[in-house]
């Protein structure tokens, strides 16, 4: 019997596995609610994820280069997701304030409410955690934010803007603080995508 994840035999007996299976199948779950969005407005699911970032992040991260980083995907998929974007008059690029030799994109009046249209995609699996406690939330969140922190210490997951990899994070004998902020960080504060966040 092989120690995979995916055997059924071994993965009955192996917390871990299970888990890895259970977040598999979450991830299925936002896949086919983004498809679903994706479909009824004849847009493919990256372009969909394009907009929504470009609507609530920063400039300097509204680029071809970052894109490719965030989703994980080459630079030729994003500057084609772009370009089919941009046809569709659903955002502008201009040069970038902080660097003119390259552009950032930004939404058009048509983008915006595209996302006005599709940001919520996702809310049928935030409504099912209504129904767990804030202590297991709590304590569910840190898990999720520590295994994000070690995808990213390992170079599986290569952009993440969490408090764990910020240089304004700043631990004491395990307490967090923010030297930003300048206030300590329970553990509900750590953030996993951080408008301040500057890498260490």
């Not at 779950?29 to 407005?41: D, G, M, P, S, Y």
């Not at 939404?107 to 919520?120: D, M, Q, Y």
Request: hydrophobic share 40%; with cysteine.
């Amino acid at each position: 019997m092989t120690e995979s994840i995916f055997n059924l035999a071994f993965q009955q007996d192996d917390v871990k596995s299970k888990i890895v299976v259970a977040l598999e199948r979450i991830s299925e779950v936002f896949r086919a609610l983004l498809w679903e969005h994706a479909k009824t407005i004849g847009l493919s699911p990256i372009q969909i994820q394009i907009l929504i970032f470009v609507a609530y992040h920063q400039e300097s991260l509204r680029n071809v280069s970052h894109l490719a980083k965030e989703f994980n995907v080459t630079k030729p998929t994003i500057s084609d997701a772009v370009r089919v974007l941009q046809k569709k008059g659903l955002i502008s690029k201009h040069p970038a304030v902080y660097d003119n030799r390259r552009y950032s994109i930004a939404l058009t009046p048509e983008g915006e409410a595209i996302v006005k249209e599709t940001e919520n995609f996702a809310e049928p699996i935030k409504k099912q955690l209504q129904s767990i406690s804030d202590e297991h939330l709590s304590l569910f969140h840190t898990q999720l934010v520590d295994l994000i922190a070690g995808l990213n210490r390992s170079g599986i997951l290569s952009e993440q803007r969490t408090c764990h990899s910020c240089r304004f994070l700043e631990k004491d004998k395990g307490e967090a603080f923010c030297k930003l902020m300048k206030k300590p960080l329970l553990a509900d504060d750590i953030r996993v995508d951080c408008p301040e966040f500057e890498a260490i």
